[in-house]
T-cell receptor
């Protein structure tokens, strides 16, 4: 079974600053995919970024980037130039290859301060 | 772009009643997933369907059943509702890929309250 751990229940960042959210996972699979989803107060689950385990290059999406350390089973999310709209619960998620279910971490609540 | 549609958005039921939640996937998506998110919890996988067949099953109570129809929409049927079933129910859809995993896109969720 796969497990996903987010050890930071809450994080705060000043507007325009950079913040990194941590995620570790445990699996014996070799083919898997990692995701970060954002859940704002509206409760909508919004995809932030995706990383394929077989890719060595870290994924980036505008202000969002990941630091994928496969050997350490670590998958952190860096948010640059933080904006008020980034305030949300962020979930790290794992899926094995072949279109399988997502296993989520417990989430990190990000607050963005003026 | 079209998104996943869920109906109803809000539902209030009494204990022991039944409820049906509907999900309409993104056009051309053939796989549907159901998740349950309790208050302050992360989403938990319930069940998934690909081409109208159940593809995976998680911690779904026996009181719950689901199916996917020929137009790929899915329905989650919940019977003998309990207070603990109060939660946000998400549907997500993706394209099935035999050799990889497509991204799951989530609907807005159905908030079920059991009184």
């Amino acid at each position: 079974a796969q497990t996903v751990t987010q050890s930071q229940p809450e994080m705060s960042v000043q507007e325009a600053e950079t913040v990194t959210l941590s995620c570790t996972y445990d699996t014996s699979e070799s083919d898997y995919y990692l995701f970060w989803y954002k859940q704002p107060p509206s409760r909508q689950m919004i995809l932030v970024i995706r990383q394929e385990a077989y890719k060595q290059q870290n994924a980036t999406e505008n202000r969002f980037s990941v630091n994928f350390q496969k050997a350490a089973k670590s998958f952190s999310l860096k948010i640059s130039d933080s904006q008020l709209g980034d305030a949300a619960m962020y979930f790290c998620a794992f899926a094995t290859g072949g279109g399988n279910k997502l296993t989520f971490g417990t989430g990190t609540q990000l607050k963005v301060e003026l | 772009a079209a998104g996943v549609i869920q109906s109803p958005r809000h539902l209030i039921k009494e204990k022991r009643e039944t409820a049906t939640l509907k999900c309409y996937p993104i056009p051309r998506h053939d796989t549907v997933y159901w998740y349950q998110q309790g208050p302050g919890q992360d989403p938990q996988f319930l069940i998934s369907f690909y081409e109208k067949m159940q593809s995976d099953k998680g911690s779904i109570p026996d009181r719950f059943s689901a199916q996917q129809f020929s137009d790929y929409h899915s329905e989650l049927n919940m019977s003998s509702l309990e207070l603990g079933d109060s939660a946000l129910y998400f549907c997500a859809s993706s394209v099935h890929r035999a050799s990889s995993t497509d991204t799951q896109y989530f609907g807005p969720g159905t908030r079920l309250t059991v009184l």
